[in-house]
Every structure is written in structure tokens, then in C-alpha cells.
């Protein structure tokens, strides 16, 4: 079954520093021309066994699969990654980024520094979740070919020049600095959503099953601060800060944390702390549902 190309998820006339004719140009030819690729590989691939073919055919059509499927993947990563007007990040999205990366100014440096760095070669920059480690990161890549293995991209920023020569020549660094001003912070929000939520299914726990476990409130700072009320027996500890404090729990040691709604702050503390070899779960539903159920709190 060929793969249909995804149209521009923006208007290409419309995006602040980059071009139509760039953004038409790069996904006509480069986008559609590598999905074109990947559906003819594929076909001949469905056409005739592998088995008995000379090794070298074999390895041929292989390679070239998944430089033209990894393309067509970061490709439609890429142009999803832009908006016109984007709006500003969510405090959850920031967060997220300030507990790997100390803080967003950090990691805005960091990746716009990969991008500028791969600048009259070529690759990607991406940013991705890895479940291993729970953590985000800023991945290297000179290909198409090069993803670490089980990260889930989040963001993707095209270093081949013909993402940017049309419009900025050899100056890669206007293109890294036009690309970071048009970042779709809330398609990105929900692509770390689900990341986290894919990756933290099975380490919930109801409210009626906390034992003896130690207690978190890993709330934000801010709602944490305006809220007068917390679970009994927790101590809040900052989610934005989770390598400063994880190293007082112990390998195998029971740990529940909870945020607002036991979502994604919740559950990615969960996972960091897992990552470390605590036995740390989220609360189903956060604080919010433990309340609405009547179940008890107390003051700070
Ligand atoms: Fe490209």
C-alpha cells in the first residue's frame, strides 16, 4: 500500500523568516521525493523475495528503505515542528525541559548550537523523549539513518542545506535562528504528552493502594505554592529539580509521587525515579481526584 504525502500543515506564505518558495520547494522535492522513493522500494520489495537475491542487492534495497522511511518520518516531523504564529510554551512543556536540561534558555542554546554546528554539512537535530533514561534529549545526526534506538522524536530541525540555501545561502545559523522563532510549542506539548503517557502505562497507583510507600507532592512550584492543602504524610519535592533530590531515595525503595491531575508531570517524575531504580509510581488522577473523592488533606 503506497503512502499518500501529508500536505504543508501551514500556510507556506504565511511563516515569519522562511520562504514559500523555500517550504514549497523543500517539501515538493525533497519530502514527497523521498515518500516517492520509500513507496517504490517498497513495492519492489513486495515483488520479489529477498531470499536468494546476491547480498549486496539485498543490503542495497534494505539501506535504502530506511534512509527513505527515517526522511519521510523526520521530514513530516519537521515541517509539524513550524507555525506561523506560534503560542507560548506551557509551564508543563517548560518544566519538562528545565528538568533535563536545567532550564529552557539551556536547552534553546544547546539545540540551536547542534543546528548551527551541522551548518555546510548536513543531518537533523532532534529533540526527543528516551524512555531509558526519561529524560529529553538533543539528539545528533549527520543522516537520516541515525535515531537512537527507542527515543520518541519530538521535534526536528532539517540541516540539509536544502532546508535553508534558497533563502540564507551558506549563513546556516539566520535559518537555525529564523526556525527556533517559529517552533509549534503546542504540537510539541502534546507530542512529550504522549511519550510520557505511552511510556509510564502500569506504574499507576489508585488512592486506595499508597501502603506504606513514601509520599511526594511533585506539583510545580508555582500551584504547589497556591495551594493551602497537600496529602498527609508528603513532602513536596520539585519536579524541575528531580537529580537534585532523587539520590536521597534508595534502589527498590516504594515511592508514590502525585501532581495536580496525574498527568504528565506526575507520571514523567515517576519515570525518572524509576530510571534510577526506585520503585516509584504516579497517583491515578493527582491530588485533584484524591480530593473530589473526600479523602483526607491537610494544611502545608
Ligand atoms: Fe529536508
Given at each position: ?116 554546528a551541522l551548518g555546510g554539512g548536513s543531518g537533523w537535530v532532534i529533540l526527543a523523549f528516551d524512555p531509558r533514561s526519561a529524560r529529553l534529549i538533543n539528539q545528533w545526526a549527520s543522516d537520516h539513518t541515525q ?134 509510581r504516579f497517583l491515578c488522577g493527582g491530588i485533584d481526584s484524591w480530593q473530589a473523592a473526600g479523602r483526607p488533606l491537610v494544611d502545608k
Open positions: 500500500m503506497n503512502l499518500l504525502p501529508r500536505p504543508l500543515p501551514f500556510d507556506p506564505a504565511q511563516m515569519p523568516g522562511l520562504s514559500e518558495r523555500l517550504l514549497n520547494s523543500h517539501h515538493s522535492n525533497n519530502y514527497q521525493g523521498a515518500l516517492k522513493r520509500l513507496n517504490a522500494l517498497r513495492s519492489e520489495l513486495a515483488a520479489q523475495p529477498l531470499s536468494g537475491q546476491a547480498n549486496y542487492h539485498i543490503n542495497g534495497l534494505k539501506r535504502e528503505e530506511l534512509i527513505a522511511s527515517n526522511s519521510v518520518t523526520l521530514h513530516e516531523l519537521y515541517f509539524d515542528s513550524l507555525h506561523p504564529a506560534p503560542e507560548p510554551m506551557v509551564p508543563a512543556m517548560a518544566l519538562a525541559l528545565s528538568a533535563s536540561f536545567g532550564s529552557v534558555e539551556q536547552w534553546q542554546q544547546e539545540f540551536a548550537a547542534m543546528g548551527k535515531l537512537q534506538a527507542g527515543s520518541l522524536p519530538l521535534l526536528a530541525l532539517d540541516m540539509y542545506e536544502h532546508a535553508y540555501h534558497l533563502d540564507f545561502g551558506a549563513n546556516a545559523g539566520a535559518y537555525v535562528d529564523a526556525f527556533m522563532q517559529q517552533i509549534d510549542w503546542d504540537k510539541l506539548y502534546l507530542r512529550y504528552q504522549h511519550a510520557v503517557h505511552a511510556c509510564s502505562e502500569g506504574y499507576e497507583v489508585e488512592p486506595d493502594a499508597l501502603g506504606d510507600s513514601t509520599i511526594l507532592d511533585v506539583r510545580r512550584a508555582g500551584p504547589f505554592q497556591q495551594s493551602a492543602h497537600m496529602l498527609p504524610g508528603a513532602r513536596w519535592q520539585d519536579p524541575a529539580r528531580v537529580d537534585e533530590w532523587a539520590a536521597e531515595l534508595q534502589p527498590g525503595q516504594a515511592v508514590t509521587v502525585y501532581c495536580i491531575y496525574g498527568h504528565e508531570v506526575g507520571r514523567s517524575t515517576a519515570l525518572r525515579l524509576r530510571a534510577r531504580g526506585v520503585d516509584a
